[in-house]
Nanobody, 116 residues
Framework: QVPFVESGGGLVQPGGSLRLSCLAS????????MSWYRQVPGKERELVAG????????NYADSVKGRFTISRDNAKNTVYLQMNSLKPEDTAVYYC?????????WGQGTQVTVSS
């Protein structure tokens, strides 16, 4: 069973929007802080955003602040990333994870490509 299944990526023009989803399984989703990360080939995985267990607290990388919004639905075991005003430098594979559950594997991620 894959603990994190990301979806919603695709090709979008600069200035466009995408909404990513991540379905989690195999643990008590509502008990864990969740984060979105992204990775470009040849570079380290980068933390993009995080959200507390109840959704009351969110955190963002400076590079996405004001453009991306993280949210979660604990009834659906799902965390979302709404991405607006996308830039070419947002192009990456996006992953979600519960950062404190280090024993769980990463998912396959979802590719986001921002290009005209």
């Amino acid at each position: 069973q894959v603990p994190f299944v990301e979806s919603g990526g695709g090709l979008v023009q600069p200035g466009g929007s995408l909404r990513l989803s991540c379905l989690a399984s195999g643990f008590t989703f509502s008990s864990y802080y969740m984060s979105w990360y992204r990775q470009v080939p040849g570079k380290e995985r980068e933390l993009v955003a995080g959200i507390s267990r109840t959704g009351g607290t969110t955190n963002y990388a400076d590079s996405v602040k004001g453009r991306f919004t993280i949210s979660r639905d604990n009834a659906k075991n799902t965390v979302y990333l709404q991405m607006n005003s996308l830039k070419p430098e947002d192009t990456a594979v996006y992953y979600c994870k519960a950062p404190t559950l280090r024993a769980l594997d990463w998912g396959q991620g979802t590719q986001v490509t921002v290009s005209s």
